[in-house]
């Protein structure tokens, strides 16, 4: 934590326990945790320094009662930027948020309240998002007169499909409970988030890290590529992975019969 600790975060809170799992707390509970432009340098920080600092899985949350709104559109409003200044500051959520797809560490949101414009793209870069009942996902760009800047048309759309993102983004749709995960804005859906979160950072750290940033880094990097090259790139990720050191102990275990078994529970 020495090294997190110099980075002298104001609007995140993180601690890490012994497994190596990081808890990243967004701590602007009285703005709905709504994101300026010193909370987006600060996960550009975090997020480039916590593959390098031992972190074997992260557990993305907020304080207060609700996860994130977004934008931070009183700053947005007092600092009244040029065009070019907003696609500066939208550049920066950009690198924020690949920081945290790319970076091989997988990332576990515990959502609650609202997930809304921006606060869903930052979810939306998690690997994987758990919500609960209190949870509710919305793009309200269109009905407050703007437009995604930090990525919502490349991992919302992904998520949940262009039409359902458009018809968010024009309509105000609301989703939440059992529709929001089935239209893939989130994967679980549970009375209290942060445990369930907290249970799948735990089942991802006792992986092997390289089979962790093979899955939370190349299956990202794969999709961007035509069909052919996201082939040739996997075999050379397998070819990699799948003959560790660590790999080589599992399927060794598998084959003497002592391998936990696959089972639905």
């Given amino acids: 934590m020495d ?12 601690t890490m326990d012994g497994q190596g799992i990081c808890t990243v707390t967004l701590d602007r ?4 945790n709504a994101l300026d432009a010193a909370t987006i340098e600060e ?3 975090l997020f480039s320094l916590l593959p390098r600092a031992g972190a074997r899985a992260v557990v993305l949350r ?4 609700h996860f994130c709104a977004g934008l931070d559109l ?25 920081k945290m797809e790319y970076g091989g560490v997988p990332i576990i949101a515990a ?8 606060g869903l793209e930052l979810a939306s870069a998690a690997h994987v998002r758990v919500a609960d009942d209190s949870t509710y996902f919305a793009l309200p760009e269109g009905q407050r ?7 919502a048309t490349i991992r919302v759309a992904d998520l949940v499909g262009k039409a359902r993102m458009i018809d968010m ?17 989130c994967q679980y859906l549970v009375e209290d988030s942060e445990a369930k979160a907290h249970a799948l950072a735990a089942a991802a750290a006792g992986n092997p890290p390289l089979s962790n940033f093979a899955i939370c880094s190349a299956i990202s990097h794969m999709q961007n590529m035509s069909a052919l090259d996201a082939a040739y790139a996997e075999s050379v990720v397998a070819g990699i992975v799948n003959t560790q050191e660590a790999a080589r102990e599992r399927l060794a275990a598998f084959a003497g019969g002592t391998a936990a078994k696959i089972r639905p529970e």
């Fill in 3 to 14: 090294r997190i600790d110099a980075l002298g975060l104001v609007n995140l809170k993180v």
């Fill in 29 to 32: 509970a009285a703005k709905r």
């Fill in 43 to 45: 996960l550009i920080a």
């Fill in 62 to 65: 907020a304080e207060g009662p």
């Fill in 74 to 98: 009183v700053e947005h409003h007092r600092e009244d930027r040029r065009p070019e200044a907003f696609m500066h500051l939208c550049l920066r959520w950009h690198e924020a948020f690949n």
């Fill in 111 to 118: 959502l609650k309240g609202a997930v809304v414009g921006g």
């Fill in 145 to 151: 007169g703007l437009f995604t800047g930090g990525g």
């Fill in 169 to 185: 983004m024009l309509t105000g749709r609301v989703y939440r409970g059992q529709e929001a995960v089935q239209v893939g804005l």
